[in-house]
Structures are given as structure tokens and as C-alpha cells.
């Protein structure tokens, strides 16, 4: 335990279960809600091993022992209602929930059931079902599940002692986890073992999954035996806010074997959630930069005249939508590649549409969210989008929406800027402060991933850079406002960017100056067709 960790039990001043530890933040905490790991079967809040001090870095985090597991008393039931009841009574009022194996199994039902306590939720060698049946046949056979429960029954030590060989088994680091596992003092109560034993068996959590209404993350290792990787592709179908990682080279327990790999998903995931758009301060920000958008916005519309020759001519096209269309720029440049066809131009701006509609003359305009469509079902023959699906807060929700509307065999065309633009304003802004200053981007990665899940198949993503100069940062900053492109984080204080925090990042940013006396910013490209 490190020196910064005090029990809550042994705090006055909290009244807090003494079922949790209290790692805390030793940085600027900018999440909205702690951090809370909630560990599996067979095991104490140990297994976490070092990732709950990793985690504090970033954010304050709590340890809970399960009921008869470390300090946490037993209960007099265990079914699953009383198990969520006890969670009801023991976690802060509003958490990210971290859950191991059962633990994740728990954290899934609890969220389910009490959708406003929960942030996020983040699941780690979870399935829907600890033991398959006829439905669900991804998870470990009921007869291999039955022989365990009577193993137990018959000797709890020899039980724990195969546990921990099937908990490392398959991993890269097998044998020093096992000696690891083996040597770790666990402290339990042997019936609320069992009865929680007997609770894996039982729990489904297939309808639960299914009707999570919070941002979820599940990670698998791609060698765990007791958990199935099979069973991560259908737990992510199951529901558009869950996303799904698999790690390469793990067993059950990857917190142990590769704990930089779990600490940078879960970081990343908790940045996601930190990071939300506000989609009315992004619509009124490109409002009123409407009647000055096209002047600046040169890069975009060659990139976006780039994207409109990459357009499958092979498929036919007789409708097609501009999504986030922003000015209508190309929307007559769409019309008389395909003449035949119907164009329509979508944004999220009503500011934005009636400059497109003054400017651009006859035209179909629509105002909406690229999230949730007015459109019907197979509808569209080709969406094309030019730098504007970045403002959305759900790619797999946007993922999702994308594939309805498509019909059978109708195309994708998309360019957004990846997670390398702007770097060097990142950069500046990072030696001044920790706040949130330039928007977050979402990597190739991240794109395949939510095409994927959503059934989109030939997935071809192209990333490029390219490098615009500027004279002054009070330019770019200039310039990023006019095309409405600075910052629209929800989250954001409004107090970021006084005088003196101003005179700091021109200060930083001079670093970058170039022998040419020029001030880069890069921009990331991201390319991406896809078919459905």
C-alpha cells in the first residue's frame, strides 16, 4: 500500500464504508466523478496491485472489498439484489465503476439498475455470463463451472490454489504471476466465498448490457481462460456505448501482467468522458462564423474537393447527403459530379444553412444532428463529410446512424482531423496549464473500430499531414475562430484565457518558431471510405 493511501474506516471525518480505500489524487483532478475498482472473485483488493496508485495520478480513486473480503463484513444474503443493495449503500453518490470478472459482473447490474450513480462503467475479464447455456455459448462451459462449484464444496484450498493457475494460465507472464497470486495473502470468509461462488454461476447480464445508458468500456485478454475472448464481439453488439479492447498476450488478470497497456485504456476512456462537446455552443460558434467561413477555410475545401473525386463511381448515386455542410460550399460541386442525383445538405447549424441557402442558391437543406438523423432507414446512396464529424460526442452512436441510413452497398466518404493536428497548440497550452484548450480528436483507431462494430465492411483509412504556417499564434488562434474550430469542450472553465495566460502560450509556442521565422500548425488528415 502506498504512502499516500488511508482507509476511510480509520478517518473520522469520513463516514464512508470501511469496505473501501482511499487512494487520492496526487495531480489536478479533473474528472467530475472518483474512480471506484471493485475486484473479482478469490481475491481481495490486492489484485488491483499497483493500478489503483497508477490511477490517482489522474484522479481519486477508492478500492471496495466485496462483502466478507478484506475489511468489509459479510452479509447475511448474497443473491443479487442484495449484493446491489449493498452497493447502493457503499459507493460515493456518483462514480466511475471498475469492475474484475465478477466484480465487473456486479458493477454491469449495478449500473444497469442505478443509471445516474454511474458515470462510466469499465469492465476487465467480464462476460454477460460466467457459465454458458444454449444462448450464451461464448463463456465457460456449464460442466467445467459445476465441476469448480464442487471442487470448492469439497476442498476451498485446493479450489483457490486451481483458481490461480486457471488465472494465469495462457498469459505471457504466467509464471510469475502464478508465484505472484500464490504468494498473496488473501483475506476472506469462507461462506461468503461460496455464496458468491454459487452468485457467478447465476448472474446474466445479457438485458443489463443491452440497456446501459452510460459510456462503458470492456477489456479482455485474447488468452484468458475463464473469460472467452469470443465473447468480446457480442457483448460489443450488444449496445453502442460500449466499447470493446482486447489485449494481446493476456490471461485473466492483465492489471498484473501488463499494467501500462490496462492504465492507458482506462486513461484514455476517462479522458473521453472528461472531454464531452457541447453541441450548442458548437452550432452558435459555426453560426457566426458563416458569413467568413469560406475565406478561411481553404484547407478544408481542398481537401474536401479531394474527397468528392474519391467518390465510387461504380455504385450508383442518386442520393446523397452533405453531412455537416457547414456553408453549402460543396454541395453545387457534389450536384454536378452527379447530376442525376439528389443532394441534400445537413448540419447541425441553422445559422450556418441560411448563409448556405442565400449563397448558394436552389438547394435541399436540412438542419439535424449527425447522431440522430431525420432520415429513413436505407435511404442513402452515399454520405459524404467534409472536417465536421469531430463535433460529434458518440462515434458509435454516429457509427450507428450512419450504417441506417446507408442503403445496402451505399459508400462512406469522410474526412475528419486525427489526434496529430494542432499538436503544437496542444503542446504550448500543456506548459501553461492542465485544462482542456484544444478539442480532442479521435484516431484511426478509434474510426475502424466504431465502422466495425456498426457492419460497415472494406474500412480504408489513409492518414496524411500537412503543415500551415502562421506569422503570430494570435493568427492561428484568428483563424481557428473564424472557421468556429476553437475549443467547445461542455466542461471548459470560462476563465482559461485571460492576459496572462495568453501572454504564456505565445511564450511556449515560440519553441516552435521555424529557421523560415514561421509558427507550424499541423494538421492530421483522416481519410476514411467504407462500404455498407
Given amino acids: 500500500m502506498s504512502q499516500g493511501v488511508t482507509c476511510l474506516s ?128 461464448t463463456a465457460m462451459p456449464s460442466a467445467q463451472y459445476q465441476q469448480f462449484l464442487a471442487g470448492w464444496q469439497n476442498s476451498s484450498a485446493d479450489c483457490l490454489s486451481r483458481f490461480c493457475a486457471l488465472q494465469a494460465q495462457g498469459d505471457t507472464q504466467q509464471r510469475s504471476l502464478l508465484r505472484l497470486l500464490r504468494a498473496m495473502p488473501v483475506v476472506m470468509d469462507e461462506s461468503s466465498a461460496g455464496s458468491l461462488l454459487r452468485l457467478l454461476g447465476s448472474i446474466d447480464n445479457r438485458d443489463a448490457l443491452s440497456h446501459l445508458a452510460s459510456p462503458t468500456l470492456a477489456i479482455f485478454g485474447d488468452r484468458d481462460p475463464l473469460v472467452p475472448v469470443a465473447c468480446a464481439e457480442p457483448i460489443g453488439r450488444l449496445n453502442p456505448l460500449i466499447e470493446v479492447a482486447v489485449i494481446d498476450g493476456a490471461g485473466h488478470l492483465p492489471q498484473i501482467s501488463q499494467p501500462d497497456r490496462v492504465e492507458a485504456l482506462i486513461v484514455e476512456f476517462l479522458q473521453r468522458q472528461q472531454y464531452r462537446l457541447d453541441k450548442e455552443k458548437v452550432a452558435e460558434s459555426f453560426g457566426r462564423a458563416a ?44 450536384q454536378r459530379a452527379f447530376p442525376a442525383a439528389q443532394v441534400v445538405g445537413v448540419d447541425l447549424s441553422e445559422a450556418m444553412l441560411a448563409h448556405a441557402a442565400s449563397s448558394r442558391g436552389a438547394g435541399c437543406w436540412l438542419c439535424a444532428d449527425a447522431e440522430r438523423l431525420p432520415l429513413a432507414d436505407h435511404s442513402q446512396d452515399c454520405i459524404f463529410s467534409n472536417f465536421a464529424l469531430q463535433w460529434c460526442t458518440d462515434l458509435t452512436t454516429l457509427a450507428g446512424e450512419l450504417y441506417r441510413v446507408l442503403k445496402p452497398s451505399g459508400q462512406l466518404r469522410i474526412v475528419v482531423p486525427g489526434p496529430a493536428t494542432l499538436i503544437e497548440l496542444r503542446s504550448a497550452w500543456a506548459s501553461v496549464d492542465n485544462h482542456v484548450h484544444v478539442n480532442h480528436f479521435a484516431s484511426a483507431d478509434d474510426w475502424r473500430r466504431v465502422l466495425w462494430i456498426a457492419g460497415f465492411q472494406r474500412v480504408e483509412i489513409r492518414s496524411e499531414k500537412t503543415v500551415e504556417q502562421h506569422q503570430t499564434v494570435r493568427e492561428l488562434l484568428l483563424e481557428l475562430k473564424t472557421i468556429g474550430a476553437h475549443n467547445n469542450n461542455s466542461g471548459k472553465p470560462t476563465t482559461l484565457t485571460g492576459k496572462q495566460q495568453l501572454k504564456a502560450l505565445y511564450t511556449a509556442y515560440e519553441r516552435f518558431r521555424t529557421v523560415q521565422d514561421h509558427l507550424p500548425a499541423t494538421w492530421e488528415i483522416l481519410s476514411l471510405s467504407a462500404y455498407k
Fill in 291 to 334: 458569413p467568413r467561413y469560406d475565406a478561411a477555410a481553404q484547407l478544408q475545401h481542398r481537401v474536401g474537393e479531394q474527397l468528392i473525386a474519391d467518390i465510387d463511381r461504380s455504385i450508383p448515386v442518386e442520393r446523397i447527403i452533405d453531412l455537416g455542410c457547414g456553408t453549402g460550399y460543396h454541395c453545387p460541386q457534389l
Fill in 10 to 137: 480509520e478517518s473520522p471525518a469520513t463516514q464512508l464504508s470501511a469496505a473501501l480505500t482511499h487512494y487520492p489524487c496526487c495531480n489536478i483532478n479533473l474528472l467530475p466523478a472518483p474512480v471506484v475498482l471493485l475486484h473479482g472473485w478469490g481475491a481481495d483488493s490486492q489484485i488491483w496491485q499497483t493500478l489503483p496508485d497508477r490511477l490517482s495520478q489522474r484522479a481519486d480513486v477508492f478500492t471496495a472489498d466485496l462483502p466478507g473480503f478484506g475489511a468489509s463484513p459479510a452479509l447475511r444474503g448474497y443473491a443479487l439484489a442484495d449484493l446491489l443493495a449493498w452497493l447502493d449503500q457503499t459507493l460515493p453518490q456518483r462514480c466511475f465503476l471498475m469492475g474484475l470478472s465478477l466484480g465487473g459482473m456486479l458493477a454491469c447490474a449495478f449500473a444497469a439498475a442505478y443509471p445516474q450513480r454511474i458515470a462510466g462503467l469499465i469492465t476487465l475479464a467480464s462476460n454477460s455470463r460466467f457459465s454458458a447455456d444454449t444462448d450464451a455459448n
